[in-house]
């Protein structure tokens, strides 16, 4: 089949259990970089073996981090670039969407894809889902310098914002897998390093620096839930009951309780922080 004109980027450290399995989902792409930052797992020689461009990263502690590196150094053979984290899994659906999308012309600079996890070995098709704007033609977009450097829970990569657009994003169909092939001690661990990260910057106010394009019902709906109280019990019925997640058995019953205690480790966080300052 005509390779998808698309440069797919995946950076990597120490991500051996998952690169095999992220690569053979690629092979519509013939544009692949794996930007490694100085894995001990053999890593870079996996990367290597199954054809993928290895590019060293070392971050040196400023901006730009690793994602805005990569747009701003890698030689991309295309404009148009997608962002895959090695524990994710390219669908042939989603393949032949962004197939689709380019050979027709985009209409916008960006675009949102869905993430879906896989969670105790289940595929969960219902529960709450999480947005990525993670396909956008790289001459257009551009990660914000987010005032984030003291925290040094999220070291290299940028966190959970996305990449501002010189244009309008759209929004794909077809979902992106997150399967995790880590101990599920791996997703706890992460989270429990992003919510120090959340809690870190909504106390001291930096977080409407984030801004986004996922329009203003999104944004707005945002907003609102930033100010509600009992969040982690909000989190879980709304994923739970709201978004059908019950649909997906105990699978999807324990996806929603770890993600509303991901919200309490925030709320916990943020009043330990609090009582530092005061």
Not at 191 to 214: F, K
Request: charged share 25%.
């Amino acid at each position: 089949m005509t390779a998808v004109p698309v440069s797919i980027i995946v950076m990597t450290r120490d991500e051996a259990a998952n690169l095999p399995a992220c690569l053979a989902a690629l092979t519509r792409f013939d544009d692949v970089f794996v930007v490694d930052s100085e894995s001990r797992d053999g890593t870079p020689e996996i990367a290597a073996g199954l054809g993928a461009q290895v590019v060293p990263f070392r971050w040196n502690g400023a901006y730009p981090k690793k994602k805005q590196w990569c747009l701003d150094r890698l030689p991309c053979r295309y404009d148009w670039v997608l962002f895959i984290d090695a524990d994710e899994r390219m669908t042939a659906t989603l393949a032949d969407e962004i197939a689709r999308l380019i050979a027709a012309g985009p209409r916008h600079v960006g675009y949102f894809v869905t993430g879906r996890p896989v969670f105790l070995g289940r595929r969960l098709r219902f529960g709450q889902a999480n947005l990525k704007l993670c396909l956008h033609d790289r001459r257009r977009a551009r990660f914000p310098d987010c005032p984030d450097l003291d925290i040094a829970a999220m070291w290299e990569v940028e966190g959970h914002y996305q990449p501002r657009l010189d244009g309008s994003a759209g929004r794909l169909t077809a979902p992106l897998w997150h399967h995790d092939e880590k101990p599920l001690y791996a997703w706890f661990e992460r989270h429990n390093r992003y919510s120090d990260w959340e809690a870190s910057l909504a106390e001291s106010g930096r977080l409407p620096a984030m801004a986004n394009h996922e329009g203003r019902r999104r944004v707005f709906a945002k907003a609102l839930f930033a100010r509600l109280p009992f969040r982690p019990l909000w989190v879980f019925l709304f994923g739970y009951l709201v978004c059908l997640g019950f649909l997906d058995g105990a699978a999807g019953f324990h996806y929603a309780v770890a993600r509303a205690f991901y919200y309490w480790q925030i709320a916990v966080k943020r009043r330990a922080l609090r009582r530092i300052t005061q």
